[in-house]
């Protein structure tokens, strides 16, 4: 399970939420993901994620494996994480739709050959028709974006050494979700690259915006998911990939009304999975805050009327994962004449609260850039707020994640 945390404070509370999910009987290996995107606009480096996995896990005393996710990295951005990281999630999505070369497609092209008819495939319901016209189709998408992966995973394997790390390969910022013929085909040219793709993250139907809970038809993401098993099951039974591949799902975070419906699609397959989340420990730590009231609930009043009066700097980055309603954000007047508790039920992802507002909500995610800007106040305010942010934090990562989805618990 990938976790964020964008200053860097929160490792140890986040890793009592797995302790606390291993002490249940189920053990998830923490993977602290941040992108480069986030590296730039925080101005953190790799390194300082590195500093913080492993100091977490020493104060934790966690004994299993953990990982440090280059997370989104390119061939033009890998570089200055290879010391830091030991798992790579490799972004091909502005490649998809590149040719490659004629040869290169009429070699796969006769490869995949032999899977030509309709292929039935175990747990999907109609069988999956595969012809020329298809095949070419897929190959013209995807065949150039997989031999990237494999020339950004050779890359690092030249630096690191080979088994030395965990390969991702990540489709999910695509412009459509993938079919499961474009998926059982991606793996197969992925397989081909001989890349030993632990994760593959492909793009899903609906919005996964930042922060707030999927946007979409629920029942067709269903039907998605449980077919990406099958073809992940039928994939590593046809090519030659890991036994332990899994899905890996970039939720941006809170996708409540999923946590069942994937809980139990993995249960019912026997399959592993990973699922991202985004930077969302920040907002624990502003809930943290203005929990704490005084110089805490001060600073997260302040960070909201600054960041609402630059509104389009903080969205720009962002504007593809969120949804912001202006009209429906609070104006900074208001948020003044708010107490502790008013500003945490408006922001505390309690779907079940009159007062919670996904768009203040997704507002206050994107402000984290203010508060990196007020470094050295927000850090100190961190340090003397401890007790209330690290409950928070752990909390909404066992209770409101872990539970859900991979122990079958209602939040
Ligand atoms: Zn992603």
Redesign the pocket.
Known sequence: MGIGDRFGLEGAAQLQAFQAAKDQGVTITPVWNK?NREHSLIGTRPRDVRVEADAAVKACQWSGPYFVDA??IGLATVDKFVGASDFF?I?VADSIGKPASDASIARYMAEMQRFSGALRIPGIAEPVVVDPASLQEIASKYLFAVEEAGRVYRHIVQQKGEGNFVTEV?F??ASAPQTPAELLFILAALAREAIPVATV?PKFTGEFLKGIDYVGDIKRFAREFEEDLAILEFAKQSFTLPPALKLSI?SGSDKFSLYPIMHRAIKKAGAGLHL?TAGTTWLEEVIGLAAAGGEGLAFVKALYHDAYGRFDEMAKPYLTVIAIDRQALPTPAQVDSWGAQEYVETLEHNQACKRFNIHFRQMVHISFRVAAEKREQYLALLKSNRSSIESHVSHNILKRHIEPLFLGIAA
Do not use: F, G, N, R
């Open positions: 992108s997370d989104h999630t972004d990540s999910d910022e993250a970039h991202k």
